[in-house]
Structures are given as C-alpha cells and as structure tokens.
C-alpha cells in the first residue's frame, strides 16, 4: 500500500477518535448540567452546586449555569456566592429580567448598602447602551446594519430616481452609524466580560487601608458580597472605588 494512503487512513482514523472524544466531553458536561437541575428540583442544592461548578471548570461557560448556580448558592444560603454567579451571568446576558430580578434581591442581603454616586450623563447613557444587550447580539445587530447598508449603497449608486437616490442616501448613512456604533458596543462589552475591572468581597469583612501597607491609616470597613472596582495593582495591594466614590487598599 502506498505511504500516502496508509497517512490518510490514519489521519481519518485520528479525526474520528478526536471527534468521538470531543463529543464524549461534550455530552458529559450536557448531562452533568441536566443531573445538576434534576438535584436542583429535589432540593439537593450542595450536590447541583458540585456539578454545576464541574461543569464551568471544564471550561463550559453559559449565562444558564451561572443562573442555577446562583439560585442554588442561595437557596444554599451562601450569598456572597449568589451574587457572584448573578453578575458573572448578568455579564453574558444582561437583558435578562430574571437575572437581575434574583441579583437585586441577592444583594439586599449584603450587610453594605453603597449609595451610586452620579457620573457623567453621557458616560452613563453609553454604559447602559452597552449593557442592554449581549456582546454577541450587539454583532448581530452590526452585522445586519451592514448588509442593509450595502442594499441602500446600491440603491443609491445604481438608481436613476432623485427622490430614491436622496432616500437611500440617508438610509446608507443611518445604517452606517448603527454599524459602527453597534461594532464598538459590542467590542465594549466583550471587554466587559472577558475583564470586567471588578470584583466581589468574598472575606467576612476587610479593613480599606489609606495606603498599600499595614503602617496605613484604616479607612472604612466593607463586607463580604460589596462589589468593588478594581484601580490598581501593588504587590500584594489593590486600590478599589467603591460605587459611592470611596477608595482605598486592600490585600490582593
């Protein structure tokens, strides 16, 4: 037989054990997820939790499982956790109701109630666009905006009508925009969720320091479950705002 058929022949073979294991990998982490709501329903929140958690550190990511394993965390009574996995699904699907719903009423239970300070008009208006709609949704909608854009370009090159050529002019143009602007949501909000600048306390409670030692002046005092930004890293130290404007170090 010749070398180059006897490659092939392998090669096909080496395909179809990789397919079949990849599909293996697929399927188990397809029934873990589905095991984990049947614990769920029976109220065994700890065993959905082992699963669910399982099935993310197989590097399987969904606003679902973040979803579920937050509700489990808190009917499990571990808030700070249920917070955590309400924003971290929050982050994939932000238009969710139910999401924002259950992280509201997860985070009513934090001990530190922070005032938001006010920020710039046009600052918030773009945030607020930015987290209406998914990173992938945002595409979408770019992506649409841009075929409509080329018809419209065509129309307007191709017609001999003045009032078509002035109407698809405009069109193309509005359509240009929505193209743009939705590329640079979306590219925002993949920011947001592959490094969002924040993160959650997850100690009892934490002791802000003036400066990144332990010689500093203590600030204020925050708890387990308060959101914070993250401006800064010093060796062991970060420098965190709070959402009222507060700043200070902590322990990495």
């Known amino acids: 037989m010749d070398i180059r058929h006897i490659n092939k022949y392998w090669t096909v073979l080496l395909f179809i054990f990789l397919s079949g294991n990849l599909w293996a990998q697929d399927q ?3 029934d873990s997820f589905k095991l984990g709501n049947m614990y769920y ?3 065994k929140y700890e065993d959905a939790i082992r699963l669910w958690e399982w099935v993310l550190n197989q590097g399987y990511e ?3 499982v973040y979803y579920n394993l937050g509700n489990a965390y808190f009917k499990s009574h571990q808030i700070t956790y249920a917070v955590l996995n309400y924003e971290r ?3 994939l699907d932000p238009g969710n109701e139910d999401i924002k719903y259950n992280l509201e009423l997860a985070q009513s239970f934090v001990v530190d109630k922070i005032d938001q300070a006010p920020g710039l008009f046009i600052s918030e208006w773009h945030k607020t666009l930015v987290n209406l709609l998914s990173s992938n949704a945002w ?3 770019g992506l649409a905006a841009f075929l409509f854009f080329l018809l419209f370009l065509s129309i307007f090159l191709y017609t001999r009508s003045y009032s078509f050529k002035k109407l698809s002019f405009w069109l193309s143009v509005i359509c240009l925009y929505v193209t743009i602007s939705a590329a640079v949501f979306s590219y925002h909000h993949h920011k947001l ?3 969002p600048g924040t993160a959650l306390i997850l100690s009892p409670s934490v002791t802000v320091e003036s400066s990144p030692d332990e010689s500093g002046t203590d600030l204020f ?3 387990e479950g308060t959101k914070v930004q993250l401006k800064e890293h010093l060796g062991d130290w970060t420098r965190v705002r709070l959402s009222d404007g507060k700043e200070g170090w902590v322990h990495t």
């Open 221 to 223: 005092l925050i708890h």
């Open 193 to 195: 969720v592959v490094k």
């Open 62 to 64: 969904s606003s679902e």
């Open 139 to 141: 595409a979408m909608i």
């Open 28 to 30: 188990a982490k397809l």
């Open 89 to 91: 699904a929050k982050l």
């Open 41 to 43: 329903t029976q109220k």
